[in-house]
């Protein structure tokens, strides 16, 4: 499978502006690594998005691939189901913007952000979300299984306090 894909993956390349990690890049394993050390999964290849159009790019390549597809956000799901033996792993955690409107009081995140690197923006302007208690965690996993952590007995759930998501859908749309 390998030698097949190969053609394929420098045809991926030329669509997709993130980096591409495979197993004999020097940064592949701590590429793979995730918060769980136990979890030891060697995906084929490692697409590390810098935005949502590298995003549709990855989802449409695995599938066209026919792979198993993984995806990390923070990384912390003690599974480990953010990577995969033998597929794709679409890795988000590059992609940390942070933007605020003060106007609105509403912020928008990228999904490899962290907690902490959400507060740490946020907190500048004196604003605040219900969050997780360890801050390493990803927003974007973190919100998906709900979300709860210190303020969430006066302000609810991290998921109800999302307003909208920009969604690429599993057949890559
Ligand atoms: C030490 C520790 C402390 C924790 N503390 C808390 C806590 O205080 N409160 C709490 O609510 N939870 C807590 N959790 C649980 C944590 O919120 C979940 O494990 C969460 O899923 C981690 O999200 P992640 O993005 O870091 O992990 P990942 O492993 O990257 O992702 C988790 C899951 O979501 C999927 N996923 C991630 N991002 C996306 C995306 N953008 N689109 C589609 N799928 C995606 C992944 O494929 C995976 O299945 C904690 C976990 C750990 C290990």
């Not at 923070?74 to 003060?102: E, Q």
């Not at 959400?118 to 801050?135: K, W, Y």
Request: net charge negative; charged share 20%.
């Amino acid at each position: 499978m390998e030698a097949l894909l190969k053609a394929d993956i420098d045809e991926f390349k030329t669509h997709f502006l993130g980096e591409v990690v495979l197993p004999d890049d020097a940064n592949y394993d701590e590429v793979r690594q995730i918060w769980n050390a136990m979890i030891d999964r060697k995906p084929t290849l490692i697409a590390r998005c810098t935005s949502p159009e590298d995003v549709v790019q990855a989802i449409q390549f695995g599938r066209t691939q026919n792979l198993l597809i993984s995806i990390r956000g923070g990384g912390h799901n003690i599974a480990g189901n953010a990577v995969c033996d033998d597929g794709l792993m679409i890795d988000l955690s590059l992609m940390k913007g942070v933007h605020v409107d003060l106007t609105t009081r509403r912020a928008s995140v990228e999904p490899g952000c962290t907690l902490n690197e959400f507060d740490e923006v946020v907190q500048e302007h004196g604003l605040a979300t219900p969050l997780g208690i360890n801050s390493t965690t990803g927003v974007a996993g973190l919100t998906l299984g709900g979300g709860f952590g210190w303020l969430s007995r006066k302000y609810g759930m991290t998921v109800d306090n999302l307003l909208s998501a920009e969604v690429v859908t599993a057949d890559g749309s």
